[in-house]
Nanobody, 122 residues
Framework: QVQVVESGGGLVQAGGSLRLSCAASGRTFWNYGMGWFRQAPGKEREFVAAISRSGGNKYYSDSVKGRCTISRDNAKNTGFLQMNSLKPEDTAVYYC???????????????WGQGTQVTVSS
């Protein structure tokens, strides 16, 4: 079992930055791909970014490409999502997930955090 906890959300003005953190329990953090997803009110949960087990492969949605950077520190069981040039449409609850398959699909993830709210004001 892996427990996932996100942090770092908050209220920021458009154009600002936030760094989300994802802390995962367990000794096998390195064995899971990590992904970030978001869900805005009234919308389905959508893919934001993903990183492979070693960190060598990274994937981004078109909506955040060039503005966000995903990273992970396997020694510290922690992952990050650096978000820059934030827009009001980035407002959502952001979820970190860990999965044996990983990738860009929700179905690739086995463990999910409770989410952290990101609100971008115009």
């Amino acid at each position: 079992q892996v427990q996932v906890v996100e942090s770092g959300g908050g209220l920021v003005q458009a154009g600002g930055s936030l760094r989300l953190s994802c802390a995962a329990s367990g000794r096998t953090f390195w064995n899971y791909g990590m992904g970030w997803f978001r869900q805005a009110p009234g919308k389905e949960r959508e893919f934001v970014a993903a990183i492979s087990r070693s960190g060598g492969n990274k994937y981004y949605s078109d909506s955040v490409k060039g503005r966000c950077t995903i990273s992970r520190d396997n020694a510290k069981n922690t992952g990050f999502l650096q978000m820059n040039s934030l827009k009001p449409e980035d407002t959502a609850v952001y979820y970190c997930a860990m999965g044996v398959v990983g990738g860009t699909s929700i179905s690739g993830y086995n463990y999910w955090g409770q989410g952290t709210q990101v609100t971008v004001s115009s």
